[in-house]
């Protein structure tokens, strides 16, 4: 379908197409870990980019973040319904649901459409978290992506992503205690960028290993 003239192109949609064809890496590098890095990556990541700006939010990201690492401990099965829950935390909501309107992001550069298979769709997508024989380095990026590009709240969707992201690794034992490098522009019809962040988030678990590695042995 053509865009309706001076509205951006479905970049849900440019996502879903190159979804399945992107060469994602076969590094298999992860192990599980005993114990947790020293340092906390991802709650590191979150005081550092939102800064004081809002406490409270603040706050509430970080008892998500806390939900997730649980449910991650449990080895929960990654759902909306799962990431609803620590959504209404993050944004201190009693509801929060499926959007039920087309979203924008990258200041209205990207669109993501919305039909009545979306969130379906979605669901699917969060169900391949665990997908057997993909690597986590990858299943963990394209997770990431797949919450960008479906954009599936009306509110806090990099905080989704990046809360995903964690349960994901979490889930299989690894935890970062680098995260800042992954945040850049990430964009829906980039199959080399999705590509490069699966590479991207190997390097940063396997040094996270080798310094947990280190600290044990000094």
Not at 26 to 31: A, P
Not at 34 to 54: C, I, K, Q, W, Y
Not at 191 to 199: F, Q, T
């Amino acid at each position: 379908m053509t865009p309706a003239l001076g509205q951006p192109k479905d970049s849900l949609a440019d996502w879903l197409l190159i979804r399945p064809e992107i060469s994602w890496p076969s590094w298999r590098g992860t192990r599980l870990v005993s114990e947790a890095p020293a340092r906390d990556g991802f709650r590191n990541f979150f005081l550092a980019t939102r800064g004081g700006r809002d406490s409270k939010g603040n706050a509430r990201v970080l008892t998500a973040l806390d939900l997730a690492f649980a449910d991650a401990e449990q080895g929960r099965p990654l759902t909306f319904a799962l990431m609803a829950k620590w959504q209404r935390t993050v944004l201190g909501r009693d509801f929060v649901g499926f959007r039920t309107m087309p979203a924008f992001a990258k200041a209205g550069q990207e669109r993501y459409g919305l039909a009545p298979e979306s969130r379906a769709r979605f669901e699917r997508c969060l169900s391949e978290s665990a997908q057997p024989d993909l690597p986590l380095a990858s299943r963990a990026a394209r997770t990431y992506l797949d919450i960008l590009f479906f954009h599936p709240f009306e509110d806090g969707n990099a905080r989704a992503a990046m809360l995903a992201l964690a349960f994901v690794l979490a889930r299989e034992g690894v935890l970062l205690d680098q995260v800042h490098p992954l945040q850049a522009t990430r964009w829906a019809d980039d199959a080399e960028g999705a590509a490069d962040l699966a590479v991207l988030l190997g390097i940063l678990i396997t040094a996270a290993e080798r310094r947990l590695s280190d600290g044990r042995q000094s």
